[in-house]
């Protein structure tokens, strides 16, 4: 079975503070996001990878960035955060090609708050 | 570009009643097409999918339909359980370069099933 680890399930920081959140996935899946999840908002794409050290934007790239050094390990970086950034985030993971059938498989997801 | 519409509002049916949950799309190309749950703190998991039209995706008593002509993919259970109380989200995937294909997710409904 895939598993998709992220390091915290909560974390509290403060605004102007520089913040990671690391996604872990043992499946050596070639693709990886992150995605953060607002009520009334849905699931919204910040950043994703499709090899190692490839990134591309997502839809919300603004104030963030990413580090994809090991085909397993996917960081997402906050460089100075803000309180707009209080949110859950969902890294996720997939095997490429299959010509987008296969699915995404999500970590437990990382509550922020940025206080 | 690729876009996912879902109804809006929660919700809330009683145990045993019939679900159903609308999904539109408005992609190019040919998607495959995915229903993702929720459950409470927890992160997304596949609960079904179809790549292509008319496939009919199953698993737990859930089916959704890939109708193309309607451009629709309404996920429907014939008896519901208090234990589907849950997020379901409609998501799209479409061929990309390189494997780097995106999903693009619908807003999610949150199903409240009362005993």
């Known amino acids: 079975d895939v598993k998709v680890t992220q390091s915290s399930r909560y974390l509290v920081k403060r605004t102007g503070e520089k913040v990671f959140l690391e996604c872990v996935q043992d499946?050596?899946?070639?693709?990886m996001f992150w995605y953060r999840q607002d009520p009334g908002l849905g699931l919204r794409l910040i950043y994703f990878s499709y090899d190692v050290k490839m990134k591309e934007k997502g839809d919300i790239p603004e104030g963030y960035s990413v580090s994809r050094e090991k085909k397993e390990r996917f960081s997402l970086i906050l460089e100075s955060a803000s309180t707009n950034q209080t949110s859950m985030y969902l890294c996720a993971s997939r095997l490429r090609g299959a010509g987008g059938n296969s699915p995404l498989h999500f970590g437990n997801g990382t509550r922020l708050t940025v206080t | 570009g690729n876009s996912v519409t879902q109804m809006e509002g929660p919700v809330t049916l009683s145990e045993e009643a019939f679900l159903t949950i609308n999904c539109t799309y408005t992609?190019?190309?040919?998607?495959?097409l995915f229903w993702y749950v929720q459950y409470p703190g927890e992160g997304l998991q596949l609960l079904l999918k179809a790549t292509k039209a008319d496939d009919k995706g199953s698993n737990k008593g859930f089916e959704a339909t890939y109708r193309k002509e309607t451009t629709s993919f309404h996920l429907e259970k014939g008896s519901v359980q208090v234990s589907d109380s849950a997020v379901y989200f409609c998501?799209?995937?479409?061929?990309?370069?390189?494997?780097?294909?995106?999903?693009?997710f619908g807003k999610g409904n949150q199903v409240v099933v009362i005993p």
């Open positions: 992609a190019t190309g040919y998607p495959s």
């Open positions: 998501a799209l995937s479409t061929r990309g370069l390189y494997g780097n294909n995106r999903l693009a």
């Open positions: 499946m050596d899946h070639e693709n």
